[in-house]
């Protein structure tokens, strides 16, 4: 047994060690040798004296304080032959879900190089696609209005068979008034209303001001006609109210060390995912080291679950102890409650052009993430919700592109089979990522996602005569499958505001 004396000595040297590597001690030797040249210090009494000087000064306190927040790290002493890693953790079964102390140092170490080196994902597949969410959606039913009772929806043709309230085109002219095609917008080079140089140079001007002024509704109002290069990223860490406090570091900085400490299944898929689409994107694959650290770290943040709160979704549980059931057994897994499905790597992606410090950039896609992004792929009848997205985008090809809508659903080429997963990623991936952004700053300036089902159906217009052509679903995915050339905000004008009456 631990002689109690021992203990305490123990306690003590781990304590002093503690301690003289702190900024703490620094500090108090600073003071220390200021004190020596006051006059009331005798070199007779010096130990005495300084002690007496540190105890007025304040400094005594500081270093009780600093003593005491040690003790409750380590309320009890360890006995003297324990190997180190009881020390962090004295239960067995706990140790076993840390990684060894061997793989976390190669961790640390290659944390800027993750991409350089991942575990073996060949057994590995996502969770569910895009494709498989969209069959979910397509299932569900109003069971009230099972044999088309309802007047205003029986004509519906499309895959969404589930009556839920969306805008007709002259309400989203008048949601979306700024993009009006008398508005200056960045994103538009030949508009004949605003010169595009003089509005350039002025919109800048008023960014800058909105940014002295530290005024968040101000800096959403301006985003609407789109974000200068140079300001989006302030603009949208003022918008999202994120700082970037020294206290948001520590809290990223411990979600790191959570990330080298214990290995998740989760990883796996996070791995794969971002393996199977940033990396093999051209505008993105640099940012490979960035996607892991964000997405390892977002796995592990528990203040992720406060999001379910105003979310349709439940997070998934796991039993500990084969206490299946029991609910005081039950915990949350993985510990943020989200389960990434394949793409879910490209709602950070983008990001990483504007961010490059990893704690602002974890922070920025965190709030993007629980203000927007988790609508897209969880079911509910929230306007900028997914399900609301798809009825929107299908209603709009078939009240103003009826020929269109008819033609490809005859052919089998349901048109939201292929605009899915544009809206479920929020077009990343598919657009050039300036004209990406553009559109993000929108986002964010309307706090909508509704703007996703109205580019999607634009962009079925803007192809319309080569859809018209074909003659099975896998033409029009060729004819659509590039999109990296398309301009955003002209689709978006004229179809709101040039094209559809």
């Known amino acids: 047994m631990l002689d109690p004396d021992s203990g305490l000595s123990l306690t003590i040297a781990r304590i002093v060690r503690r301690l003289q590597g702190s900024s703490l001690h620094s500090q108090l030797e600073r003071q220390a040798r200021v004190s020596l040249h006051k006059p009331e210090i005798k070199l007779e009494s010096l130990k005495e004296d300084i002690k007496d000087f540190l105890k007025t000064s304040g400094w005594e306190k500081k270093l009780q304080n600093a003593v005491y927040s040690e003790l409750n790290v380590f309320p009890s002493p360890c006995h003297p032959a324990a190997p180190p890693e009881h020390m962090k953790e004295p239960l067995a079964y706990m140790r076993k879900a840390q990684r060894p102390a061997s793989e976390q140092k190669e961790l640390l170490n290659k944390w800027n190089e993750m991409g350089t080196d991942e575990p073996d994902l060949s057994l590995f597949r996502p969770v569910y696609a895009p494709k498989d969410f969209l069959e979910v959606l397509m299932n569900l039913r109003n069971p009230n209005y099972e044999n088309g009772e309802q007047p205003s929806f029986r004509n519906h043709l499309g895959l969404i068979q589930v009556p ?6 002259p309400e989203l002219k008048e949601d ?7 508005t200056g917008q960045l994103g538009i080079d030949d508009s004949a209303q605003v010169p595009p140089e003089f509005f350039e140079n002025e919109h800048v001007r008023v960014g800058q001001k909105v940014l002295a002024e530290q005024d968040s509704a101000a800096a959403q109002q301006y985003v609407r006609q789109g974000c200068p290069t140079a300001l989006r990223a302030d603009l949208w860490a003022l918008i999202l109210n994120i700082s970037n406090q020294p ?21 796996s898929l996070i791995y794969k995912d971002v393996k199977l689409t940033a990396s093999n994107d051209d505008y993105y694959f640099v940012f490979e080291d960035y996607l892991y650290q964000v997405l390892l770290c ?3 943040d528990t203040s992720v679950l406060e999001h ?14 084969g206490k299946l059931g029991i609910e005081e057994y039950a915990v949350f897994y993985p510990p943020n409650g989200v389960i990434p499905f394949h793409g879910f790597s490209m709602y950070v992606a983008p990001l990483c052009f504007l961010y490059h410090e990893p704690s602002k950039l974890y922070q920025i896609f965190r709030e ?6 988790f609508r897209l792929h969880s079911i509910s009848s929230h306007p ?4 609301s997205l798809c009825l929107l985008f299908e209603t709009l090809l078939q009240t103003h592109l009826p020929q269109l809508f008819y033609h490809l659903r005859e052919i089998g080429a349901q048109p939201l089979r292929i605009s899915f997963k544009w809206m479920v990623r929020a077009f990343s991936g598919y657009l050039a990522t300036d004209q990406l952004l553009l559109l993000w700053d929108r986002i964010l300036g309307y706090n909508s996602l509704e703007i996703l089902a109205v580019l999607a159906a634009a962009v079925f217009a803007f192809r319309a ?3 018209m052509e074909v003659t099975s679903l896998a033409a029009a995915e060729a004819v659509l499958a590039d999109l990296s050339t398309l301009k955003v905000m002209p689709l978006l004008q004229i179809f709101l505001f040039a094209t559809v009456t």
């Open 164 to 169: 839920l309230k969306v805008k007709d085109i």
């Open 298 to 300: 977002f796995s592990r």
């Open 384 to 387: 900028s919700g997914i399900v």
């Open 368 to 373: 993007m993430y629980v203000r927007f992004f």
């Open 308 to 321: 379910f709160t105003y979310s349709s979704a439940t997070p998934p549980k796991s039993y500990i102890r």
């Open 176 to 182: 979306f008034s700024e993009l009006g095609l008398n």
């Open 465 to 467: 005569v080569n859809l």
């Open 247 to 267: 206290e948001d570091i520590l809290y990223y900085e411990q979600l790191k060390s959570n990330v080298i400490q214990y290995d998740l299944l989760v990883d």
